[in-house]
């Protein structure tokens, strides 16, 4: 199920020479669609779009999809939701505040929520995400932190079926800080919320300084890294692993998956675009909703 413009998927298939039946959805129950086809909840463009040109006037377009997508998940009509990428400034030009889809999810779902990226050699999780460098410090504090970590413990037990997940840390500063002569965010902060963590029997690993916490020798004593700010450790994942990252939401009452990509606007409506990390997207949200299923049973 695709939610939405219906003519819009129309026209971009006939751009790439794709011939495809689009089907309406009746509301009522999805059936598998035949190769060749797939169902549109159709949610209508405000702009006709241009391609490479994000417009302001279809921010509201794009901000009705999300919702859409977040009703039928919370009342059982979808299993999961899979999202491209987006163009926050776009969003943002037509006076509408919005960080992307990870926050856009958490409020209307009302839940605490984690951005971990994947790829087969390496998970990331991040304890804050898309905001200035200078206000990560601020946003490091015990209750973010430890929020973060017991949502990444309870996702990889449930969702990766890890018995005993091995959680890697990251400092904020470098070399960890090194005994407080080079930053106090470790010993004020990141120190005191492991140790209490580990009196709860997470296994946690750090604070590890970030420039070697991803050697060879490092990767085979953990399952994830939980890094302090989105740039310490996604270049790590990105560089080695770009075409089959996936971006997921932990902590929200549904499976949620994306790209680990922008929008490489100088490629849209050429063909020439790679639509692996959309391909591995949508295969670890059935992944993820096969264990779901399994579990439950």
Do not use: W
């Amino acid at each position: 199920m695709a939610i939405t413009d219906r003519d819009l998927l129309a026209r971009a298939a006939a751009r790439c020479g794709k011939c495809i039946a689009l089907l309406d959805d009746d509301a009522q129950h999805i059936q598998p669609a035949p190769q060749g086809t797939l169902h549109v909840h159709h949610v209508p463009l405000e702009s006709l779009e241009r391609c490479g040109q994000p417009d302001p006037r279809n921010a509201r377009h794009v901000l009705s999809t999300l919702s859409e997508a977040t009703t039928g998940c919370m009342t059982g009509r979808y299993a999961a939701v899979v999202t491209a990428p987006v163009q926050k400034s776009s969003i943002n030009q037509a006076g509408i505040s919005f960080s992307g889809h990870t926050a856009f999810f958490a409020k209307h779902a009302h839940a605490d929520v984690v951005m971990m990226l994947t790829s087969p050699k390496l998970r990331v999780a991040l304890v804050s995400t898309h905001i200035p460098l200078h206000a990560v410090s601020a946003a490091i504090t015990h209750s973010a932190l430890e929020r973060s970590l017991r949502i990444v413990h309870h996702a990889l037990r449930t969702h990766f079926g890890l018995t005993t997940p091995r959680i890697a840390v990251l400092g904020l500063n470098p070399h960890a800080g090194e005994n407080g002569y080079l930053g106090n965010e470790e010993i004020d902060t990141i120190i005191p919320v492991l140790n209490t963590l580990r009196d709860d029997g997470l296994h946690l690993l750090g604070p590890l300084p970030a420039d070697t916490a991803f050697i060879p020798a490092q990767r085979q004593h953990y399952d994830v890294v939980v890094a302090m700010y989105h740039d310490q450790a996604l270049p790590v994942l990105k560089s080695e692993a770009f075409d089959c990252g996936v971006n997921i939401t932990l902590g929200l009452p549904f499976i949620r998956t994306s790209v680990d990509h922008g929008t490489a606007l100088e490629l849209a409506g050429t063909g020439r675009a790679n639509p692996a990390s959309l391909i591995a997207a949508t295969q670890l949200a059935l992944t993820l909703i096969r264990h779901q299923t399994s579990v439950s049973v």
